[in-house]
């Protein structure tokens, strides 16, 4: 429990925290007011929006995690020779401020575009949520804000517009195109929910060889 608070102690304490969250919740706030006054509220739907609305939620993933690796990672080390217990802490503390980011950038940006429906908000939620709990995923295989933003976007933007122009068929393999449901106020099916738990795997193992490498 020690761990753990120091780990909430660290990253809150952090002026760079708050800024990330403030990017993400002023960034939605903005594209949703100017979606609403271009289409009137509730005139154009979550899933227009929401890829510009991704790049905040992977910014402020990445560097929620990222920052540990700029100054603080080894003074860290040194004063945590638990290295997994440290780990474990610091996955539930980054998912945990990731989930506080969620949260309000997906209520901010359903009520910036006037949506009234709870299932809308609740989507939009999830699906931010799963997009920053890659972005921190990333960050922590990479241990770098940068590179994990960079492959963040290159899985939830680049990947798939090419999927769309060359293979349409594969978008569903991607985690945005199984998570495309939740921003129309739908559950996902159980193979999406296997294609996310995939992917969520995936960059999990590559945080967990860049944590074991400090064991």
Known sequence: MGVMVAE???IGGLRRSWVLLAVSVGWAVVLGLAV????G???????TVMPLVLAGSVVCGAGLAGQEYVRQHRSTLLAMPARLRWAGARVVVLEAAVLVVSVLTGTALVAALGRADPRHCL???AHLLLVSTLAWLAAETTRSTARGTVLTLVIVWAAPALVRTAAPRLAGWLPTGAAAGLLDGNLVSARD???????LTCLAAGALVSWRRDA
Do not use: D
């Open 8 to 10: 909430f102690g660290k």
């Open 36 to 39: 609403r006054s271009a289409n």
């Open 41 to 47: 509220a509730g005139g154009a739907s979550l899933a």
């Open 123 to 125: 989507g939009a939620i």
């Open 193 to 199: 929910l296997l294609v996310l738990a995939s992917w």
